[in-house]
T-cell receptor, first 112, second 115 residues
Framework: TQLLKQSPQFLSIQEGENLTVYCNSS?????LQWYRQEPGEGPVLLVT?????EVKKLKRLTFQFGDARKDSSLHITAAQTGDTGLYLC????????????FGRGTSLIVHP | DAGITQSPRHKVTETGTPVTLRCHQT?????MYWYRQDPGHGLRLIHY???????DKGEVSDGYSVSRSKTEDFLLTLESATSSQTSVYFC??????????????FGQGTRLTVV
C-alpha cells in the first residue's frame, strides 16, 4: 500500500511552462517535505511544510500544505532546464515518528 | 555537505555471495537509514537506526541485516545476494541536537548489481 501517492509520475515540458505536481494521502502528517534528486546523486531537501494551509516559496517554486495536512503540492513557474530531476515528497506521520516515508516521485524533464 | 560517505559506490557480485555496504557520517546525527531505489518504486526503507546498537526494520527488510556499533557507521549486509536485490542503495542521516531536525541528508548512493 502506497502511503503517499505522487502525480503525475512523469512530466515532460518546454522551458518557460508552468507545472504542478501533487502528493496525496489518506493519512494525516505532522509535516511534509519535498526533495529534488538529480541523476547519480542523492535527494536534497527543498522545503519542509508544517502547518495546515501553509504556503512556502523558494524562488520560482511554490509549496503548499493542505488544510487537513493530508496532501501537498509543488508549483513551478516558468520552468528552466535546471529544474529537471526527480521530485520526491516525504511525510512524517502524526504520533512523533521521525522516520520519513517517501512517495514514488515525479520525474520532470524540462526541454530547452 | 553533510559529511556522509557511502562505500563502495559501485559493486557487481554473484548470486549467493554476502555483500556489505558501508555508510559513514561525520555529523553525529542520531538517525541513520538505508533505502533502496528502484524505477517506479521511489525510495523504500530497508532498515533504520535510532542510536548505537538500536535498529529496526523498514518496509522491505527481508534478506537484509544491519549493524551500528558506532555513531558514525551503519552497515547494510546482504547475507546471500539475489538478483532481486540489484538496486541503488542510499544511506541517509537525520536528527541532531535536542530539537529534532527532520531534514534527511543522503549519500551519493551505491549501485549494486547481482549477476
Amino acid at each position: 500500500t502506497q502511503l503517499l501517492k505522487q502525480s503525475p509520475q512523469f512530466l515532460s515540458i518546454q522551458e518557460g511552462e508552468n507545472l504542478t505536481v501533487y502528493c496525496n494521502s489518506s493519512s494525516v502528517f505532522s509535516s511534509l517535505q519535498w526533495y529534488r534528486q538529480e541523476p547519480g546523486e542523492g535527494p536534497v531537501l527543498l522545503v519542509t511544510v508544517v502547518t495546515g494551509g501553509e504556503v512556502k516559496k523558494l524562488k520560482r517554486l511554490t509549496f503548499q500544505f493542505g488544510d487537513a495536512r493530508k496532501d501537498s503540492s509543488l508549483h513551478i513557474t516558468a520552468a528552466q532546464t535546471g529544474d529537471t530531476g526527480l521530485y520526491l515528497c516525504a511525510g512524517f506521520l502524526i504520533g512523533g515518528s521521525y522516520i520519513p516515508t517517501f512517495g514514488r516521485g515525479t520525474s520532470l524533464i524540462v526541454h530547452p | 555537505d553533510a559529511g556522509i560517505t557511502q562505500s563502495p559506490r559501485h559493486k557487481v557480485t554473484e548470486t549467493g555471495t554476502p555483500v556489505t555496504l558501508r555508510c559513514h557520517q561525520t555529523e553525529n546525527h542520531r538517525y541513520m537509514y538505508w533505502y533502496r531505489q528502484d524505477p517506479g518504486h521511489g525510495l523504500r526503507l530497508i532498515h533504520y537506526s535510532y542510536g548505537v546498537k538500536d535498529t529496526d526494520k523498514g518496509e522491505v527488510s527481508d534478506g537484509y541485516s544491519v549493524s551500528r556499533s558506532k555513531t558514525e557507521d551503519f552497515l547494510l549486509t546482504l547475507e546471500s545476494a539475489t538478483s532481486s536485490q540489484t538496486s541503488v542503495y542510499f544511506c541517509a542521516i537525520s536528527g541532531t541536537g535536542r530539537s529534532m531536525n527532520t531534514e534527511a541528508f543522503f549519500g551519493q548512493g551505491t549501485r549494486l548489481t547481482v549477476v
